[in-house]
């Protein structure tokens, strides 16, 4: 079974914070994806990536970077954490291809003070 | 243009009743549609999905109704369970993009509906 874990459920850091998202797939996926969400905004992409290494900006990526240094693990990295961050913040992975199916983590809830 | 618009945004349905959802899209590039089902403290999971090559696709109790000239998808779920209850996504992606590279299967979610199945 497809696992992809999140490395904090929940998470309390302050404004102004360097703030590190870290996620983990068992799958061999090609894909990696973050996503934030917000009621009434669905799920929106911050960053994926479609390799090692790789990266390309999703629809909102302003004040984030991510890193992927390992096909595994695929990190969100908030430079200086603002409050208007705090969301919750989920990771998926996917074999490349538009039909492949997205396989979520259960997600960190992320509270900028 | 790459908006895809759901509604309603909240639903309540008594047990053994028909819950259906909606979604719009711009795009018409768009050639694939899932809906996504989100339990309580959980990240999404497929559910269903469809592409525009056909009208209607059922798995079980839950139909994807696609409208291709209307530009139009959505999710009926028949004789609908409290164990239905649940935040469901559509969304949309392409598979090709204009210069002939890949869209690798970026999505685009609508913004949810939060259903709720009475006893």
């Known amino acids: 079974d497809v696992k992809v874990t999140q490395s904090s459920r929940y998470l309390v850091k302050r404004t102004g914070e360097k703030v590190f998202l870290e996620c983990v797939q068992d799958?061999?996926?090609?894909?990696m994806f973050w996503y934030r969400q917000d009621p009434g905004l669905g799920l929106r992409l911050i960053y994926f990536?479609?390799?090692?290494?790789?990266?390309e900006k999703g629809d909102i990526p302003e004040g984030y970077s991510v890193s992927r240094e390992k096909k595994e693990r695929f990190s969100l990295i908030l430079e200086s954490a603002s409050t208007n961050q705090t969301s919750m913040y989920l990771c998926a992975s996917s074999f490349w291809g538009s039909n492949q199916p997205q396989h979520f983590g259960d997600g960190t809830r992320l509270s900028i003070l | 243009q790459q908006q895809v618009k759901q509604s309603p945004q909240s639903l309540i349905v008594q047990k053994g009743g028909i819950s259906i959802i909606n979604c719009a899209y711009e795009n018409t590039a768009f050639d694939y549609f899932p809906w996504y089902q989100q339990f309580p403290g959980k990240g999404p999971a497929l559910l269903i999905a469809i592409r525009p090559d056909v009208s209607e696709k059922k798995e079980g109790r839950f139909t994807i109704s696609f409208n291709k000239s209307a530009k139009q998808f959505s999710l009926h779920i028949m004789d609908s369970q409290p164990g239905d209850s649940a935040t469901y996504f559509c969304?949309?992606?392409?598979?090709?993009?204009?210069?002939?590279?890949?869209?690798?299967?970026?999505?685009?979610f609508g913004q949810g509906t939060i259903l709720t199945v009475h006893p």
């Open positions: 990536s479609y390799d090692v290494k790789m990266k």
């Open positions: 799958m061999d996926h090609e894909n």
């Open positions: 969304a949309a992606t392409r598979d090709k993009l204009d210069a002939g590279g890949t869209s690798y299967g970026k999505l685009t």
